[in-house]
């Protein structure tokens, strides 16, 4: 903190985001040190859905097209499951299934990047054990709550003034993209916001609430920007946290 604030009394503004990067990532190590088991129970409904229970990380390979600056770059991704155990166990469940491998980025407009919608009339995952698509609640922990809230839009609840846990507040802020008039529609399809915190304050803009921010982009995120649509998604691996996934659907043959 005291080379933190060094670097503000310098004005050295180019320091500040890195810096910050470090102490949270410290801040976060010990908060799941100090975790003895999930803090909560996931609402029965859900609860035997594929849940992230703690943190994971996972790395995206992408292949970068015609771009001579850029041909191929590893974002590494760390994803929330405290604050998200139902979106984040979602998105591993499909990584483990290799859904996303070969799969183009379909949007990349400068506010957001987004991919994981497949080909053919489905817009989701289909599940072939069910053979439906399969989907997830709208799941946004609220500050000073012990566990999320479900289903509902953060101003459809009437807490118009509440603090999110996981805010759009950083640049490559990772959450699921849905139906804008059915909150339970996520399936497979995620973006990153490509925004700066200064331009999109927290719990002051039109995403935090209405969208589940599941994970943030730690390294490599600044070439997010880079991306156009039809760039490859060679893979996605999950390189820590495996273990926190309970009722993988991925194992279940068919």
């Not at 995952?125 to 839009?153: H, N």
């Not at 973006?191 to 331009?199: D, N, P, R, V």
């Not at 982009?217 to 156009?228: P, R, Y």
Request: with cysteine; charged share 25%.
């Amino acid at each position: 903190m005291e080379e933190l604030q060094q670097i503000v009394e310098g004005r050295n503004r180019d320091a500040v985001a890195p810096k910050q990067k470090e102490l949270l990532k410290y801040v976060g190590d010990v908060e799941e040190d100090m975790v003895d088991s999930f803090p909560y129970e996931v609402p029965e409904e859900y609860r035997s859905m594929p849940l992230l229970k703690g943190r994971a990380a996972v790395d995206m390979k992408v292949k970068v097209k015609d771009n001579p600056n850029l041909e191929e770059c590893v974002f590494h991704i760390v994803l929330d499951g405290y604050n998200a155990p139902v979106t984040a166990g979602n998105f591993v469940d499909l990584v483990q299934r290799h859904f996303y491998d070969g799969m183009e980025i379909q949007r990349a407009d400068g506010f957001v990047v987004q991919t994981g919608d497949p080909e053919g009339p489905a817009e989701g995952f289909i599940d072939p054990s069910t053979e439906k698509t399969r989907t997830i609640p709208l799941e946004i922990m609220v500050d000073g709550e012990k566990a999320p809230v479900y289903g509902s839009t953060l101003e459809e609840l009437g807490l118009y003034k509440a603090q999110t846990k996981l805010p759009f507040n950083a640049f490559g802020t990772m959450a699921m993209a849905r139906d804008e008039f059915e909150n339970n529609s996520a399936s497979s399809q995620v973006f990153w916001l490509l925004k700066e915190s200064e331009l999109t304050p927290s719990n002051a803009n039109i995403l935090d609430g209405r969208y589940a921010v599941f994970g943030y982009v730690t390294e490599n995120e600044d070439f997010l920007a880079d991306l156009k649509v039809g760039d490859v998604i060679e893979s996605i691996q999950v390189v820590s946290g495996l273990e926190n996934l309970v009722n993988p659907s991925y194992k279940i043959a068919g």
